[in-house]
């Protein structure tokens, strides 16, 4: 089950690249009222830095690089995986589709299919209720 969320959040004005990851994030719900230490920004921001688009990456040699404990690095990469922006393989994970950007758009496609099949049963709902 994947849990998308969307949220309209000011984009920054400075077109720094760490600011504009961190909208992202904001923007998709990635980043929880709980995460005080921004763990999800941080393990996507250090994905981004730590591989190319065909390789995997260990929760191991994230949590080692952001120097955080690595059940706290999996507790996060389960929301992220839940969220459809990353994929796990086994202890290993990437960024869907190999980029930030392609994930995005797979989570796009994911999102419409999902209203199309809200709108498909809305209609029958609407039909039994003759509105």
């Known amino acids: 089950m994947k849990k998308i969320i969307i949220q309209n959040v000011d984009k920054p004005k400075a077109n720094k690249v760490k600011e504009e990851v961190k909208w992202v994030c904001d923007s998709l719900g990635l980043v929880s009222g709980r995460d005080l230490d921004n763990i999800s920004f941080k393990i996507i921001y250090g994905l981004l830095g730590l591989f190319s688009e065909d390789s995997l990456i260990s929760t191991d040699e994230i949590a080692k690089s952001l120097k ?53 049963v809305s209609k029958k709902i609407d039909e039994t209720f003759k509105l």
């Open 68 to 120: 955080i404990e690595s059940p706290r690095v999996n507790h996060h990469v389960r929301g992220l995986t839940e969220s459809g922006i990353i994929f796990r393989e086994k202890r290993k994970i990437a960024l869907r589709g190999g980029s930030l950007s392609a994930a995005i758009e797979e989570m796009r496609r994911d999102s419409n299919m999902m209203f199309s099949k809200l709108i498909y």
